[in-house]
Each structure stands twice: as C-alpha cells, then as structure tokens.
T-cell receptor, first 117, second 115 residues
Framework: AQKITQTQPGMFVQEKEAVTLDCTYD???????LFWYKQPSSGEMIFLIY??????QNATEGRYSLNFQKARKSANLVISASQLGDSAMYFC??????????????FGSGTQLTVLP | NAGVTQTPKFRVLKTGQSMTLLCAQD?????MYWYRQDPGMGLRLIHY???????AKGEVPDGYNVSRLKKQNFLLGLESAAPSQTSVYFC??????????????FGPGTRLLVL
C-alpha cells in the first residue's frame, strides 16, 4: 500500500520568491510514480508535474520542479518566482506501477499555499 | 475537445434517495476513476475501470456502484444516499501507457449534499 505525507497544512510565500512544498511517500514497490496536482479555490484538479521512480533527473515543468530524493523517499515541489495565481491547495500523489493495472493514485492531505503581494 | 466532463455539478439529496453521477471523456482513454474528496483531505478512490465492461473496487467502495457500458462514459450510482456521502466527487481518466507516466486528468467535480 502507498502512503503520502504532507506535513505542511499551510504555507505563505511572498510574491516572486521561491517556495518548497514537502511530500514524503512510503512504498515497498520498486516501480512507482509521483505527481503533484494544484487545486485552486474553483475546485478543479490541475496536473503540474510527474516523476518516475527510475527517472535519473529531477522533473521540471516551467516554474515547477520536483526535488526527488529517492533514498529519503521525498518528492518536494519547488515553485520558483511565485505568482498570486499560485495561491491554491497542492496535493502530492503516488501510484504503484504494476504492469497492466490501473494507476490508482494515493493522495496526501494537501498544503494550502498563499502567495502574499 | 472538452476533456473530462461531469454531470451534474451540484446536487442535494435526502437520505435514502438514489442518484447517478455521469462522467464522460473524449480523449479515448482506457482507464477511468471515481474519487471522493472530503473537507481537509486528499482524494480517495471509490471505484475504477480499466476498460469497457470492467470495474473494480478502490479504497472506499461501500455504498456506491459503477458501470462502464461505453468506453467514454463511467457512471457512479448511489442506491440509498446517506449523510456520510456528502462530498465532492471527481472523475478522472488516463490512457494506457507502456511507459511509466499515465497522467490522470480530472473533471470539474460534483458537489453532493445529502440531508
């Protein structure tokens, strides 16, 4: 079974500064994937970034990067140059990559990020 | 290209009533999922489907049934609604990928209130 822990219920960051949102995961599977989703106040779930367990390099997508430390089982999201529109709930999620199975996501409890002007 | 759509967006039920939530995707995805999100929590998987005519239980399946009669549609049914089923319901879909990344794309959610 997968377990995701997000220990920061809320975070504040000044506009234009960088912020790191923490995520640790617990799995015994050798193949797995990690996702970050953004949920603004409007409620939709927006895919941000993906990291595979065998990926050698940390994933990056524009202002988002994933600091993947496999030995520590952490997959922190780094947002550079924060914008007011980044204010939202952020969820870390994982799946176990069994061949032929549906990729069932396990979610953390989320971090509410507030960007201050 | 609408992606994943959900019907209805909001519904109020009385205890014991039944209803069906409809999810539709136009991305030709093989996999579809139903999640629920309760206040202050992440999403939890209710049921999922790996293809037309197949369904399977997720983490919290009790009180729900699903059907996948067409590849593009995934229905979630509540036979006898209970206040504990008050939640926001999300549908998601993803494609079969021989690699690792199979991003799940989510619908806008359905807010359900059971009185």
């Amino acid at each position: 079974a997968q377990k995701i822990t997000q220990t920061q219920p809320g975070m504040f960051v000044q506009e234009k500064e960088a912020v790191t949102l923490d995520c640790t995961y617990d799995t015994s599977d050798p193949s797995y994937g990690l996702f970050w989703y953004k949920q603004p106040s409007s409620g939709e779930m927006i895919f941000l970034i993906y990291q595979g367990s065998y990926d050698q390099q940390n994933a990056t997508e524009g202002r988002y990067s994933l600091n993947f430390q496999k030995a520590r089982k952490s997959a922190n999201l780094v947002i550079s140059a924060s914008q007011l529109g980044d204010s939202a709930m952020y969820f870390c999620a994982s799946f176990s990559a069994y061949v032929g199975s549906a990729r069932q996501l396990t979610f953390g409890s989320g971090t509410q990020l507030t960007v201050l002007p | 290209n609408a992606g994943v759509t959900q019907t209805p967006k909001f519904r109020v039920l009385k205890t014991g009533q039944s209803m069906t939530l409809l999810c539709a995707q136009d991305m030709n995805h093989e996999y579809m999922y139903w999640y629920r999100q309760d206040p202050g929590m992440g999403l939890r998987l209710i049921h999922y489907s790996v293809g037309e005519g197949t369904t399977a239980k997720g983490e919290v399946p009790d009180g729900y049934n699903v059907s996948r009669l067409k590849k593009q549609n995934f229905l979630l049914g509540l036979e006898s609604a209970a206040p504990s089923q008050t939640s926001v319901y999300f549908c998601a879909s993803s494609s079969l990928n021989t690699g690792m990344q199979e991003t799940q794309y989510f619908g806008p959610g359905t807010r359900l209130l059971v009185l």
